[in-house]
DNA sequence: GCGGAAACTGGGAGCGCTTCCGGTCGAAGA
DNA sequence: TCTTCGACCGGAAGCGCTCCCAGTTTCCGC
């Protein structure tokens, strides 16, 4: 109980009576050491509290004993929103179980980029998870050819990553459209997201499939830029060029929420005469007027495998990409009269 | 350019022909070696792609080169909130002017808080960032009495840490409940937070307060426990207990949904009958029916603040506690026609 | 030119841990 | 009883870096 000078693994050894080597092999649980010195050992650590020094072991081991999620985009406040904060506590509720620590890098700067890049050039951890937010992220290409484990959340445009968890977006897309065309609606606009972001590109895809599907005319379409501000101007537009719609697939509940307000402005009754159904269903989706239906999608979940996955990498392992499912929470922004839930 | 062997710094000064020791006071720009020798290392770094290894440094420094953000709470879901990730946006923002790596700790398991009292004892970093959600933490005693430097954001209840940053959660419900009075309100009501909770008791004085000089009854108390639910239950006792009530403020959001849903089914107008007031300026708030007159608090200062006051006390200096200021953002629930904002 | 301070330089000892490797010892098989 | 083979053990060599220290310049001012 030394206040000052912090207690070693010669410590522990040397009040156990045996070897550091032997010490170290108990800490490790490693074989080929007797019962009666584990034993020692082990009392020897509690007395003195002992607990291993994080640098010294990831030195000797080359194992640095943590794992990033790093997140780059090009604006911080992406960050903000509740969004990253559920992925954290999945990734943390695996994480828990092991005793790697999690770091976090928001990779926006300049100056954050090159770290990431360093990081994935020289080992500084035994794992990466990124999320890049947009397109053609020089960041996923370096990744992707890097020898530390990398899995992706959610896949960029334009690249399939070896290793990925990712929101089945599309087929979350195909859900709330055919969940439009269920309600009798036949005129059906989307409001896609950003086409530089995978999942602004995979949602308008589940739309135009679904309405192929059905053989409905899939042309209303406006490109929106998964803000509320944006999701009204697309509302606006939209209304201006086809006046006849009936439904609108909007493929955030940001710019749904946007939309929503356009809509009202414009005379519009919600649901009835034109239907919404928004994507992501964030907290203030049950909020709206009316409250929007919209797509769930397991951020928390996300995360969890995500962890998951990183550790069956680093444990030598190759794990298959996984595609987490979505589904439909429906509200009064479909059906006035709410009734169950589909699937 | 080995793409095995990892370039140390051995490689460095060999490459530039230099001893060891010149090599590592360049890279840590250290005086005492010529400008000479200095150019040759930095172009043998260029050259090599040389990046320090970190656990090496931490090692030969004792200095991890890493603080933490360390969240203690029972639940975990208290983190999925946008709260959370607002601090890290925060924190991030001056940790990148710095080389140190940011840590994320949810200590919410028994496995977790073993951890970060492991942390708080062996120095596993360079300093923490402590965000203790419920009152009687032990964890907060361990952390005030730890040699790595410890900021805390937010108060514990009952706990006054030498080193903090928090809102002002005192002023901020005296700005709601003068503004209540300011309307013309005179039988105000309130639904508290957790009173466990430094955040809970500190609104619930700043109502008090705000009463007691204009000498209004501040008895109409109910508490709450900051869920939407809680504060519908609590509304609704609010109204059994006290139906002459023309106005509440409620100490969060989250509550504040829940109150206005019973408003709503008791056939309350708002604010004709009752004026509503929230705290914490959560995204819903904007599209609540009515929007929601709240005090918004600056989270992401709170995140910055609480790094920049760790920074300044490892570099040994000593920092004065932080209040960050709140503000009254006036919304529909309290005055049908809105009006500018009051700072 | 000379003494001495000041600026440089590299050797080497660690930081605390893991791990290889050769050695010991007890017991099982002959 | 004598080998043989494990299991067990401790010495010691690092992992890559920092930093002290003693030695070697260099460069003034006289």
Redesign the interface.
């Known amino acids: 109980m030394n206040p000052r000078r912090?207690v070693t693994l010669d410590d522990v050894a040397r009040r156990a009576g045996v070897s550091r080597s032997a010490a170290s092999r108990v800490i490790n649980n490693a074989p080929h050491v007797s019962k009666a010195k584990r034993d020692a050992v082990l009392r020897a650590v509690q007395d003195l509290?002992y607990?291993p020094?994080?640098?010294?072991r990831?030195?000797a081991t080359n194992q640095?004993g943590?794992v990033v999620l790093a997140l780059s985009a090009e604006d911080?406040?992406v960050?903000?929103?509740?969004?990253?904060?559920?992925v954290?506590?999945g990734v943390?509720?695996v994480l828990?179980?092991t005793d790697l620590?999690?770091?976090?890098?928001?990779a926006t700067?300049a100056?954050?980029q090159t770290?990431l890049e360093?990081l994935l050039?020289?080992?500084?951890a035994d794992g990466v998870m990124l999320m890049s937010m947009h397109g053609d992220d020089p960041i996923a290409r370096l990744a992707e050819q890097s020898d530390v484990p990398v899995v992706f959340g959610g896949r960029p445009v334009n690249f399939e990553p070896r290793y990925y968890v990712d929101a089945d977006n599309r087929g979350g897309a195909r859900l709330a459209t055919e969940h439009l065309v269920a309600i009798g609606r036949r005129r059906i606009a989307t409001i896609t997201g950003r086409m530089d972001e995978g999942a602004g590109t995979a949602r308008y895809k589940g739309y135009q499939e679904a309405l192929a599907v059905e053989g409905l005319d899939a042309g209303r379409v406006v490109h929106g830029d998964f803000t509320e501000d944006g999701g009204g101007r697309a509302m606006a537009e939209l209304l201006a060029r086809h006046p006849d719609l009936d439904a609108v697939f909007v493929a955030s509940d940001q710019m749904a929420?946007g939309a929503l307000r356009v809509l009202k402005d414009a005379g519009k009754s919600v649901p009835g005469d034109v239907a919404v159904v928004g994507f992501n269903d964030?907290?203030?989706a049950r909020?709206?007027?009316p409250p929007l239906t919209t797509i769930s999608q397991p951020i928390?979940s996300l995360g969890h495998e995500m962890a998951r996955m990183l550790l069956t990498l680093t444990s030598g392992e190759t794990p298959s990409p996984l595609i987490l499912p979505t589904r439909l929470v429906q509200r009064a922004s479909t059906t006035s009269t709410v009734t169950a839930c589909s699937a």
Chains 1, 2 share one sequence.
Not at 79 to 86: H, K, M, N, V
Not at 101 to 106: C, G, H, I, R
Request: aromatic residues 6%.
């Open positions: 912090p509290g607990v020094n994080a640098s010294a990831a030195l640095v943590a911080p406040q960050f903000a929103g509740p969004f990253f904060a559920e954290i506590v943390t509720s828990e179980e620590e999690l770091m976090v890098m928001l700067s100056r954050g770290r360093q050039r020289t080992r500084q929420i964030i907290a203030t909020h709206t007027a928390q």
